[in-house]
């Protein structure tokens, strides 16, 4: 039966701001154009040492209650038990759960759904490839357990055809998995030129930018292979935007190559949008991702975007007819990806207005939600998810 009101969404992340990558970006976008539209959302996460249990955040109520245990497998077993006890106590508040993440998130709305009135469970898994959350489980000690708990959750939705692919082969029913995206706000990330502040912090043109963490996952030691040659022939500057555990051996890295004149290290902003509208194209050359928030951000600004051939990056780029992908091991295969790119304005134009043209048509955040809002529904009144379904 529809309920009364628009449905109240309840999220599930093990982290959440301001411990924040591409999963709980985009929850926030989503969630924060939910309430907008009328909807309460909440979010039920990890308790912050120092930060409030209780916190809003862009009309999303952030519940921090989740007490874990950083002691091996007991992560596991108290984050279970924690988020299973919040959704117990915030069950009148909410008509949906909507994990946002498909491990540990996925196995604690698994076991707890009896326990939850009958509350619909809808799991999408942020990633695929060695850090997405199928190969994780795998890896996790009592797979098969974990498994069949997981399996028990309402519905799956998938932002990939790759992670499509993993889930099923794990076990989820073609009829309890749809095809859904990430979307992007186009008003905000959008073509134009960078303020004349960003300018002054930045290298010489031609720029080419990365944003993200600085992380294994992003595979940035193939962007700095690849740079002596690009530096050479198109005297361009790398542009790495984001923070993380990799940046000190990174700049090393740079520096041994001879490069570091050329790598311009920003840090972490707050928002990409300005450094996005300085450059002269994108790169991503990611060994996992699901649907990057940053892929979709730097084509929504209309920038030429080479992305490494995994993921969600092939289902954004369209099979490479929007963007050029490329081999996340080659780093010969990007220096002359990206100097072609650079020196035909023609070739980047066009590449960064079909870029554009791809996120108005299908990825940018209204119509996303709308199809997320009418997901909701069909859980709700018990109807198949796969009807109707959507894809890229």
């Known amino acids: 039966m529809p309920t009364p009101h628009p449905p109240r969404i309840c999220y ?9 990558s591409g999963a709980e970006h985009q929850a926030l976008a989503q969630g924060a154009e939910l309430v907008r539209r009328g909807h309460a959302v909440r979010v039920v996460t990890r308790a912050i040492p120092g930060l409030p249990a209780d916190d809003v955040l862009e009309g999303v109520k952030i519940h921090r209650w989740v007490e874990t245990s950083d002691r091996g497998p007991l992560f596991g077993a108290s984050f279970v038990v924690g988020v299973v006890r919040a959704l117990r106590r915030l069950r009148p ?20 759904r009896p326990l939850l009135a009958g509350a619909p469970t809808l799991i999408q898994p942020a990633s695929s490839g060695y850090y997405g959350e199928a190969e994780e489980l795998a890896r996790t000690r009592g797979f ?6 997981i399996l028990r959750n309402t519905a799956f939705a998938a932002i990939s055809l790759d992670i499509e692919r993993q889930w099923l082969a ?24 960078a303020g004349p502040e960003i300018e002054a912090t930045l290298p010489p ?16 030691d193939v962007l700095l292979d690849a740079w002596p040659a690009v530096a050479s022939k198109a005297g361009a500057s790398l542009v790495l935007v984001g923070d993380g555990e990799e940046r000190g051996r990174l700049a090393e890295k740079a520096r041994g190559l001879g490069i570091l ?7 972490k902003v707050v928002d990409p949008a300005e450094y996005l509208r300085a450059a002269d194209a994108f790169a991503l050359p990611s060994v996992a991702e699901g649907m990057s928030n940053s892929l979709l951000e730097a084509m929504a600004t209309a920038l030429p975007c080479l992305a490494s051939d995994i993921g969600g990056n092939t289902d954004l780029l369209d099979r490479g ?3 050029l992908l490329l081999p996340a091991d080659d780093p010969r295969a990007w220096s002359e990806s990206l100097t072609r790119v650079l020196a035909d304005p023609d070739l980047a134009r ?35 998810v796969r009807e109707p379904d959507w894809s890229v």
Request: charged share 25%.
């Open 12 to 20: 599930v992340l093990s982290h959440f701001f301001p411990l924040a």
């Open 205 to 220: 043109r031609p720029r080419v930018v990365f944003t993200g963490r600085l992380h294994p996952q992003k595979n940035l």
């Open 350 to 384: 066009d590449l960064g207005r079909s870029a554009r043209r791809r996120i108005e048509a299908d990825f940018a955040l209204g119509a996303v939600v709308d199809r997320y809002e009418a997901l909701y529904l069909r859980l709700l009144q018990g109807r198949p």
């Open 261 to 267: 004149d050329r790598v311009h290290f920003a840090g």
């Open 93 to 112: 508040e909410y008509d949906l759960i909507h994990a946002h993440q498909g491990l540990w998130e996925a196995i604690a709305t698994g076991v707890g």
């Open 321 to 323: 007819r929007i963007g």
């Open 144 to 149: 098969p357990i974990l498994r069949r708990a």
């Open 170 to 193: 794990l076990g989820v029913p073609p009829s309890k998995l749809v095809r859904m995206a990430s979307g992007v706000d186009a008003a905000h990330f959008r073509p134009g030129p």
